[in-house]
């Protein structure tokens, strides 16, 4: 069945809705909480909201690849995005090394708790006792903002360190409309 374009725009910007809109029950739904839950938590962890807008992102592309998908008449499976049940194990193949980084993730968020709750009031007071209590907010209240900017450094410095072919083209279904040969060279190019 043909979707309203318009429609499918509008609720692709919504966390979770495009893939409900294409009938993608459990895929929107886990979206949507990923967003929330993730949201609800940076509030308390403030630095974790950088990755809403990434969930927001990827969100969005998945409700246009799942149409990719349903128009080469080769439909995704339903499934929530951690699986039918949440199995940790599963992280280990999101990335060759998916389980550390998830858990170096939780050792930050922890580290970040204990430095809000127990490590700032004590410097706050030490600062203020030392009569520099200007220090703390220009030293300490900035350290978020240089460990978030050094982890994105580091890691967009590690991702242009990659190399190697994207051998999984092929395996993917082509855009509609796409006729494009895959052996295309100068030649064939227009002028």
């Known amino acids: 069945m043909k979707k309203n374009a318009f429609l499918t725009f509008v609720f692709a910007c919504i ?31 403030p630095p974790l909201l950088l990755a809403a807008p990434i969930i927001w992102m990827y ?26 049940r949440i199995d940790l194990g599963r992280f280990k193949g999101l990335t060759p090394r998916g389980h550390k980084i998830v858990g170096w993730a939780l050792v930050a968020c922890g580290a970040w708790v204990l430095f809000d709750s127990w490590v700032a009031p004590m410097l706050h007071d030490l600062f203020v006792n030392l009569g520099v209590e200007y220090l703390y907010y220009n030293l300490v209240g900035q350290i978020p ?41 100068d030649r064939d190019r227009p002028l």
């Open 15 to 45: 966390p979770g809705a495009g893939q409900m809109y294409y009938g993608y029950m459990h895929r929107g739904l886990s979206m949507i909480t990923a967003f929330c839950v993730l949201t609800a938590v940076g509030s308390i962890i």
């Open 59 to 84: 969100s969005f592309f998945d409700t246009y690849d799942i149409i990719r998908y349903l128009v080469s008449g080769d439909p995704k499976p339903d499934d929530y995005i951690w699986g039918n």
């Open 145 to 185: 903002t240089i460990v978030v900017a050094g982890l994105l450094i580091y890691f967009g410095i590690k991702l242009l360190g990659r190399g190697g072919a994207n051998n999984s083209a092929s395996a993917m279904p082509p855009y509609p409309g796409e006729d494009v040969p895959h052996d295309f060279d």
